[in-house]
């Protein structure tokens, strides 16, 4: 469905807007909600800009959590046997 309009710099705008908006709706919107609110514009953002449903959206939110988690994961290896090398 949205294969083809899915972009690099989709993904650019994404995390840009995503930021901005989160910025805005956490200085004027106490934690909780605005915890809500960011993961449904997350999704809206998402939804948008590859052309898909809400259902997909959460999907390619997921996997990109997934990624995120296990990219810091292995960073914190790599960073934990340079510290353990004494450098």
Same mark, same amino acid.
Request: hydrophobic residues 70%; charged residues 5%; proline residues 0%.
């Given at each position: !469905?949205?294969?083809?309009?899915?972009?690099?710099?989709?993904?650019?705008? $994404?995390?840009? @807007?995503?930021? $901005?908006?989160?910025?805005?709706?956490? *200085?004027?919107?106490?934690? @909780?909600?605005? &915890? $809500?609110? !960011?993961?449904? *514009?997350?999704? &809206?953002?998402?939804?948008?800009? /590859?052309?898909?449903?809400?259902?997909? &959206? /959460? #999907?390619? #939110? @997921?996997? &990109? *959590?997934?990624?995120?988690?296990?990219?810091?994961? *292995?960073? #914190?290896?790599?960073?934990?046997?340079? @510290?353990?090398?004494?450098?």
């Amino acid at each position: !469905m949205g294969g083809q309009k899915a972009k690099f710099t989709d993904a650019i705008w $994404i995390v840009v @807007l995503g930021t $901005i908006i989160g910025a805005v709706v956490g *200085v004027f919107v106490g934690s @909780l909600i605005s &915890a $809500i609110i !960011m993961f449904v *514009v997350w999704l &809206a953002l998402i939804k948008h800009f /590859f052309d898909c449903g809400w259902l997909k &959206a /959460f #999907a390619i #939110a @997921l996997l &990109a *959590v997934i990624i995120f988690i296990v990219i810091v994961a *292995v960073l #914190a290896i790599i960073g934990i046997g340079i @510290l353990s090398l004494g450098f």
